[in-house]
């Protein structure tokens, strides 16, 4: 197998890479239905002084012929394993935790690309962390923006922000409060680790689309009812946590209405199987938690493009003939602690 380490991948995947491969995995989602781990995560929390939850999601694209496991701890490192998916032979191991940030803000782009209103000229970015930093870059990216507004949960952050980007993307950055940011916005991105919703009802414009991604309680259970469209990109997940978990776990609504809400997934939308917007005037609600497949197929392309530029370290699973079973797994586990830092070059 192959070991690929942050600064490998960050070398070897250009956006364009990440916007193509990312949005045909979503789309043979659409087509195939591609098979994606029950339940949707697996979580272990590690006891100790500050527990520690540990998440395991898996997917496969049988069409590709390609299974993979996402696996670590939260706010830590992340690794994805790519298999095929007949055999189960590791094909290669990649540090996951930029590839993370830049899955999850590509997946904002693309949910916006489909289902924002066409000519979009404004959006809001809720969140000015490093994936917020990176949402603001997918966006210039997909659009021609008139103004991008970042908010956090200070002006200050909102503003580090918005200087440190300023140069590297075409749009008008500026900072803002939540309500600023929001009103009138085409797009809305929320990417927060609020301990309070941020988006309450009336303050999305007529022809927003929102997308809630942050995995915390984000948006008012009562602006569903402000809204016209429910989109989702994996259910299951998207009941875990979040907005949905939120309302059903505070008893705002069942599984079973909320499910009787949503009118389509973005694999149907982008394979063109279910309408995204129908309407200039809709309000669409995106919940966009991450799926597993878009995972896979970013970290295979990253395998794939290092095969062919003799990048990452080659690591054998099966012992050497005639070397000690021993030592052979005490080499592997040495080269794969080694490769899947992220600071310095794979040998």
């Known amino acids: 197998m192959i070991v690929l380490t942050e600064t490998d991948v960050r070398g070897l995947l250009r956006v364009e890479d990440s916007f193509t491969c990312i949005e045909e995995a979503w789309r043979r989602y659409g087509a195939e239905r591609a098979v994606t781990s029950t339940p949707a995560m697996s979580v272990m929390v590690v006891p100790g002084e500050a527990p520690t939850p540990w998440g395991i999601k898996g997917a496969v694209l049988p069409s590709l012929g390609l299974a993979g496991i996402f696996f670590g701890a939260q706010f830590g490192s992340y690794t994805f394993a790519v298999c095929d998916s007949r055999t189960g032979v590791i094909l290669g191991l990649v540090e996951q935790s930029w590839l993370t940030k830049r899955r999850t803000a590509v997946t904002a782009a693309i949910t916006a690309k489909h289902l ?19 949402a603001v870059r997918m966006l210039d990216h997909a659009f021609d923006l008139a103004a991008i507004r970042i908010a956090s949960r200070t002006i200050d952050g909102a503003e580090a922000v918005s200087a440190a980007l300023q140069g590297e993307v075409a749009a008008p950055l500026s900072a ?33 689309v929102l997308c809630s991604m942050g995995g915390v309680h984000e948006v008012e259970f009562a602006v569903l009812a402000q809204i016209d469209r429910v989109i989702v990109d994996e259910l299951d997940y998207a009941l875990l946590r979040g907005d949905f978990a939120a309302w059903i776990g505070r008893g705002e609504i069942t599984r079973e209405a909320l499910e009787a809400r949503i009118d389509a997934d973005m694999g149907a939308v982008v394979g063109g199987l279910a309408p995204g917007r129908t309407g200039g005037c809709e309000r669409i609600l995106a919940v966009i938690q991450g799926m597993a497949v878009c995972d896979l197929a970013q970290a295979a392309l990253a395998i794939e493009r290092a095969r062919e530029a003799g990048v990452g370290t080659h690591v ?32």
């Open 116 to 134: 924002a209103t066409p000519g979009a000229s404004v959006a809001a970015v809720i969140g000015a962390g490093r994936i917020g930093a990176e």
């Open 316 to 347: 054998p699973l099966q012992a050497q003939r005639g070397a000690p079973i021993g030592e052979d797994h005490a080499r592997i586990a040495r080269l794969v602690a080694e490769g899947l830092r992220p600071q310095g070059k794979a040998r």
């Open 176 to 208: 803002a409060t939540v309500a600023d940011a929001v009103a009138g916005a085409d797009i809305v991105v929320t990417l927060t680790l609020a301990q309070a919703p941020v988006i309450a009802p009336g303050m999305l414009a007529e022809g927003a």
